[in-house]
């Protein structure tokens, strides 16, 4: 596998596991991530398009998006 860039369709990925969010329902509010084959990153798809466009994202910028999630840097969003 090459390497991976944001926005590659999901199904190249090669052999990872999604995970949905125990938040997601049945209307479709469903967001997947998966860990990549090689340990570089963590994919993002919505798991209505499975193989859609995936954006990847190095521990570093997961981390740091999560800490601002549960900071509530981006509650005005909502």
């Given at each position: 596998?090459?390497?991976?860039?944001?926005g590659?369709?999901?199904?190249?990925?090669?052999?990872?596991?999604?995970?949905?969010?125990?938040?997601?329902?049945?209307?479709?509010?469903?967001?997947?991530?998966?860990?990549?084959?090689?340990?570089?990153?963590?994919?993002?798809?919505?798991?209505?398009?499975?193989?859609?466009?995936?954006?990847?994202?190095?521990?570093?910028e997961?981390?740091?998006?999560?800490?601002?999630?549960?900071?509530?840097?981006?509650?005005?969003?909502?």
């Amino acid at each position: 596998m090459g390497e991976i860039r944001n926005g590659v369709p999901a199904g190249v990925l090669g052999p990872v596991v999604w995970v949905k969010s125990s938040r997601s329902n049945a209307v479709g509010n469903c967001v997947e991530v998966a860990r990549l084959a090689d340990g570089s990153g963590v994919a993002v798809r919505n798991s209505r398009d499975p193989l859609g466009p995936a954006l990847v994202y190095t521990r570093d910028e997961l981390d740091a998006f999560l800490a601002g999630v549960k900071d509530g840097d981006f509650d005005h969003l909502l």
